[in-house]
T-cell receptor
Framework: AQSVTQPDIHITVSEGASLELRCNYS??????LFWYVQSPGQGLQLLLK??????LVQGIKGFEAEFKRSQSSFNLRKPSVHWSDAAEYFC????????????FGTGTQLKVEL | SQTIHQWPATLVQPVGSPLSLECTVE??????LYWYRQAAGRGLQLLFY??????ISSEVPQNLSASRPQDRQFILSSKKLLLSDSGFYLC?????????????FGPGTRLLVL
């Protein structure tokens, strides 16, 4: 069965520092990948997505992610974190033939120190 | 542009009482619709999805049911709530393309069963 792993439950970074959130997946087919962000008590907002093509994708709020097929990873990055980026981040994976169902990771809680 | 609404935003219900959560989408036609539950410290679990009026697929056996009486309306129900039904319920929609669909989430309903 497919699975998505976000190995870091909590991450704390200083404002202005760079950020990388990890996401690994286990799939037998070609995946398509998403990162969502959730502020406390809110729904999920789409940050970026990868379907095909260029493996480095740009998203909103200055985020980017790189798909590495050889490592089964889709890590999220931001060069300079802002205090407003504090939230929970979810990686999600689907695959063609999977009936448009997504499998979500358990999330990474980001704390930003001023 | 498309918007998705969920209500109520928060609900406190006694064990054994019925439940009805509503989700509506505006600005699109024939969407795929999804109900997820998010338990504390866990990722999102897909409960139901629908590809059309009256077409509901259940992902996990549970105390809940879903209905889609209109194209852009999705309802989550229970006849008798259990303590374990507490959680954050998220509705999502996607444009029906058949493959590689992007899901967009509503603001969520927080349910506390006492």
């Amino acid at each position: 069965a497919q699975s998505v792993t976000q190995p870091d439950i909590h991450i704390t970074v200083s404002e202005g520092a760079s950020l990388e959130l990890r996401c690994n997946y286990s799939y037998g087919a070609t995946p398509y990948l998403f990162w969502y962000v959730q502020s406390p008590g809110q729904g999920l907002q789409l940050l970026l997505k990868y379907f095909s093509g260029d493996t480095l994708v740009q998203g909103i709020k200055g985020f980017e992610a790189e798909f590495k097929r050889s490592q089964s990873s889709f890590n999220l990055r931001k060069p300079s974190v802002h205090w407003s980026d504090a939230a929970e981040y979810f990686c999600a994976v689907g695959f063609t033939g999977g009936g448009n169902k997504l499998t979500f990771g358990t999330g990474t809680q980001l704390k930003v120190e001023l | 542009s498309q918007t998705i609404h969920q209500w109520p935003a928060t609900l406190v219900q006694p064990v054994g009482s019925p439940l009805s959560l509503e989700c509506t989408v505006e600005g699109t036609s024939n969407p795929n619709l999804y109900w997820y539950r998010q338990a504390a410290g866990r990722g999102l679990q897909l409960l139901f999805y629908s590809v059309g009026i009256g077409q509901i697929s259940s992902e996990v056996p549970q105390n809940l049911s879903a209905s889609r009486p209109q194209d852009r309306q999705f309802i989550l129900s229970s006849k008798k709530l259990l303590l374990s039904d507490s959680g954050f319920y998220l509705c999502a929609w996607s444009v029906r393309r058949g493959i590689q669909e992007t899901q967009y989430f509503g603001p969520g309903t927080r349910l506390l069963v006492l």
